[in-house]
């Protein structure tokens, strides 16, 4: 019905996302719902903490025969975390569980692993490079390949390689081109 939506639309409004849930899974009533939103609106404003006011207003409703049974277990529930937590409804990301020891030990083992892991690729990277770097070397000992080079406008390396290469023992042909590009260069 429109008064349904206007009343959802007011609470939105406040910003009362557990009310709503609260409604929405018939733990309390809209009109409770509403009672309570305006008894923190007008709490504001006046600078009470509203927690007294919010007490009176489940006594009526349970009075009323709004609320009953354990729906005033609920809605006192609602209430206190409403107070503790604010109206807004936590994010998932929010809502952590308790930490045991047994998922501690889960996340240290993970982590290990995952630490294992890029240790392994570290070396094998390392590995690689090596070997490139070393055929590279063996590459630019032979003249007619760095003439080649030359005759192709690649007498050039990035600056990382030439240095690698350089660094290993330069038993390369003194007057192979290992000179490293300018800083801004493309490769």
């Known amino acids: 019905s429109p008064k349904y939506v206007k009343d959802i639309v007011f609470l939105l409004d406040q910003g ?8 929405q899974r018939g733990t309390i009533p809209l009109t409770t719902a509403l009672e309570i939103a305006r008894a923190n609106e007008n709490a504001s404003t006046s600078g009470d903490d509203g927690q007294a006011n919010l007490g009176d207003l489940l006594q009526e409703a349970y009075e009323n025969g709004q609320l009953k049974g354990r729906q005033i277990i609920e809605a006192k529930r609602l209430i206190e975390k409403r107070l503790e937590h604010g109206p807004a409804s936590p994010n998932r990301d929010q809502i952590k569980p308790p930490t045991s020891s047994y998922s501690l030990v889960r996340t240290y083992q993970r982590e290990v692993e995952r630490q294992r892991k890029m240790v392994l690729k570290a070396e094998h990277a390392h590995q690689r490079l090596l070997l490139v770097v070393q055929g590279l070397k063996k590459l630019f000992a032979d003249e007619h390949f760095v003439n080649l080079l030359r005759a192709e406008g690649l007498d050039t390396l990035p600056k990382y ?5 350089n660094t290993l023992g330069s038993t390369a042909n003194p007057m192979t081109p290992i000179t490293p590009e300018p800083e801004g260069a493309a490769t």
């Open 16 to 23: 009362e996302e557990r009310l709503i849930e609260g409604v």
């Open 161 to 165: 390689l030439a240095e690698r290469i």
